[in-house]
Nanobody, 124 residues
């Protein structure tokens, strides 16, 4: 069973930066597509960034040029570097994994494994 544990959330002023981490355990030797999602109060969960096993990345338009997804295979850790944060980035951020090399879309219904989330609050 794949387990995901996020950390790194917190409170920051607009324009600031945070780096989220997601430690992954329980790999079965398969490849996984990894993603970061967020959910603000009263809103649907939205995909923020995704990465396949070869390192190809995809981003939501709202975070392109500000956020960067990366991974350290030796540490089994996925990262989300968030720069130039805005108040509208405030949300619970989740790490997610799906067995395989691709997903049809960066949407929650295509991911099987989820972390518990880490809160990011950006004050303006």
């Amino acid at each position: 069973q794949v387990q995901l544990v996020e950390s790194g959330g917190g409170s920051v002023q607009a324009g600031g930066s945070l780096r989220l981490s997601c430690v992954v355990s329980g790999y079965t030797g398969r490849s996984y597509y990894m993603g970061w999602f967020r959910q603000a109060p009263g809103k649907e969960r939205e995909g923020v960034a995704g990465m396949d096993s070869d390192g190809s990345q995809t981003y939501a338009n709202s975070v392109k040029g500000r956020f960067a997804i990366s991974k350290d295979n030796a540490k089994n850790t996925l990262y989300l570097q968030m720069n130039s944060l805005r108040a509208e980035d405030t949300a619970m951020y989740y790490c997610a994994a799906q067995p395989g090399d691709v997903v049809p879309l960066l949407r929650e219904e295509y991911f099987s494994y989820w972390g518990q989330g880490t809160q990011v609050t950006v004050s303006s």
